[in-house]
């Protein structure tokens, strides 16, 4: 089945405790990025990845890091989790299209982690 | 910069209802739009995509539509059922030559009511 799966679902942390968000996709994607989801703000993108080691800022990209070593794979790191942090993380994944657009895009179930 | 709204932000009709949820969007370079359902505290469900050339994409009792030139897309639903309950976003390339990220509309919560 064609998929994007996240890992963990759930997770709650301290503050400053790094951790690492997992995604892959099983598509062959080109593209894969990742968004956070807060009430009243919607889904925001954090970070991009066009290829293997290319990625590129979203919108929202402080305290996060990202890197893309193999093609399925995308990790979201936070290095030093701060309360503000505390969302809804969705990771989805877009094959290249017409002139190389991204087109089309699978998201996975998310992942809601709390920094207490 | 794309921005995408969506109206109203809350729709509550009776089962068996035929209803149309609303979109619009600033960029009207955009060359596809998608529509998504999330129930609460879950993923984003894909339910149609439209390319700038369709002009309409059906599945099953949904039906969605773009227009370019007003910069607007509808979904419809026909029959609503009780497990159509969920919020609906709306998504298109995020503008400005961003083709790498996804503007999403603040989404509409549709109930239907047994």
């Known amino acids: 089945e064609a998929q994007v799966t996240q890992n963990p679902r759930y997770l709650i942390t301290v503050t400053g405790k790094k951790l690492t968000v997992t995604c892959s996709q099983n598509?062959?994607?080109?593209?894969m990025s990742w968004y956070r989801q807060d009430p009243g703000l919607g889904l925001r993108q954090i970070y991009y990845s066009m290829n293997v080691e290319v990625t590129d800022k979203g919108d929202v990209p402080e305290g996060y890091k990202v890197s893309r070593k193999e093609k399925r794979n995308f990790p979201l790191i936070l290095e030093s989790p701060s309360p503000n942090q505390t969302s809804l993380y969705f990771c989805a994944s877009s094959f290249s299209g017409d002139r190389g657009r991204a087109n089309g895009y699978t998201f996975g179930s998310g992942t809601r982690l709390t920094v207490v | 910069k794309q921005e995408v709204t969506q109206i109203p932000a809350a729709l509550s009709v009776p089962e068996g209802e035929n209803l149309v949820l609303n979109c619009s969007f600033t960029d009207s370079a955009i060359y596809n739009l998608q529509w998504f359902r999330q129930d609460p505290g879950k993923g984003l469900t894909s339910l149609l995509l439209?390319?700038?050339?369709?002009r309409e994409q059906t599945s099953g009792r949904l039906n969605a539509s773009l227009d370019k030139s007003s910069g607007r897309s509808t979904l419809y639903i026909a029959a609503s059922q009780p497990g159509d309950s969920a919020t609906y976003l709306c998504a298109g390339p995020g503008g400005g030559g961003s083709n790498y990220k996804l503007t999403f509309g603040k989404g509409t919560l549709l109930t239907v009511n047994p």
């Open positions: 598509m062959n994607h080109e593209y």
């Open positions: 439209i390319q700038s050339s369709q």
